[in-house]
């Protein structure tokens, strides 16, 4: 595994990868990763080396997360998906695969919208699917910044923050996340301000009239879910996995499992309502 800089127009995004294996099957494909905020590329170590086997891989620290450059607070989806295409034009040649997890999945969108031919298969791992009563109501008053604090009180702020939305979380991964945030900083809800502004139905359209090939992945304990069915709804095309034990963090709580479902992606495997193999367990 490797990790970069990559200058662009909107600052530096840092990128981990994994490539330059063999690959029995012929030609490997390449695979874009984006994590869900305010979290990092760090939640994709464990699957960077699995996938790596067969394909090459990236994962950036989507900006103003991880190791890559603040963004203003005022930050759009748009000029993210632009970001990080520049990220992905310095590292690899030719259409890609792309999966998001979460934000991450709406990054994948308007990545996917401004450069369809870019991609050969969009995978949305936990699409959220909002509705224009949601998006105010968190545009108004959800996740506001935490305060540094003398005494170290910001740090049990975030650590509360974490466990109320992962009650099951053991402290390992709760520690890992404290450090993501504490990378975003004070203010770490940028993406999801982005998030809740972007038009994500026009994004979808420009997806489906273009026919790309799209797979929903689905976890049963996974903390948006319930968004699931709505997911379905708006991507009626779409071939689905769903993973009846997986959690927000199956692709490194199994990463074997995880990336025998992307591994038939490419292939076009995927068929709708078959549970993934591999993380049934």
């Known amino acids: 595994m490797t990790r970069r800089d990559v200058s662009g127009p909107y600052g530096v995004v840092h990128v981990r990868s994994c490539t330059g294996g063999t690959n029995a099957e012929g030609s490997r494909p390449v695979w874009i990763l984006l994590h869900q905020s305010p979290l990092s590329s760090r939640r994709f170590l464990p699957l960077l080396p699995v996938l790596g086997r067969w394909a090459d891989v990236y994962a950036p620290d989507t900006p103003g997360y991880g190791d890559s450059d603040p963004t203003p607070p005022t930050w759009s989806v748009e000029e993210c998906a632009a970001s990080l295409w520049s990220a992905v034009d310095a590292v690899t ?6 999966m998001g997890r979460a934000t991450g999945s709406v990054l994948a ?3 996917a919208a401004a450069r369809l031919d870019s ?3 969009l995978v949305l791992h936990g ?13 108004a008053d959800f996740a506001p910044p935490y305060v540094l604090s003398s005494d170290g009180s910001h740090l049990d702020c975030i650590w509360r923050r974490i466990t109320g939305e992962y009650p099951w979380a053991g402290p390992k991964l709760v520690t890992s996340m404290v450090a993501d945030y504490l990378a975003a900083g004070p203010d ?11 038009p994500l139905a026009d994004g979808l359209a420009q ?16 903390r948006i879910a319930f968004m699931a069915e709505r997911a379905r709804r708006v991507l009626p095309d779409a071939a689905e996995y769903v993973m009846p034990q997986a959690t927000d ?7 074997e499992g995880f990336a025998d479902v992307l591994r038939q992606v490419p292939g076009g ?3 709708q309502g078959v549970p993934a193999p591999g993380t049934d367990h």
Do not use: K, N, S
Not at 249 to 255: G, K, L, R, T
């Open 109 to 111: 969108v308007a990545m």
């Open 249 to 255: 963090f199956v692709a490194e709580q199994d990463p």
């Open 269 to 271: 495997v995927a068929r």
């Open 188 to 198: 770490f809800a940028t993406a999801y301000r982005a998030m809740w502004r972007y």
């Open 119 to 121: 991609i050969q298969h």
């Open 93 to 98: 040649d030719g259409p890609v695969h792309l």
């Open 207 to 222: 997806v489906r009239r273009a026919e790309l090939p799209v797979t929903l992945l689905t976890g049963g304990r996974d």
């Open 127 to 139: 699409l959220p699917v909002y509705t224009d009563q949601e998006r105010q109501d968190r545009l």
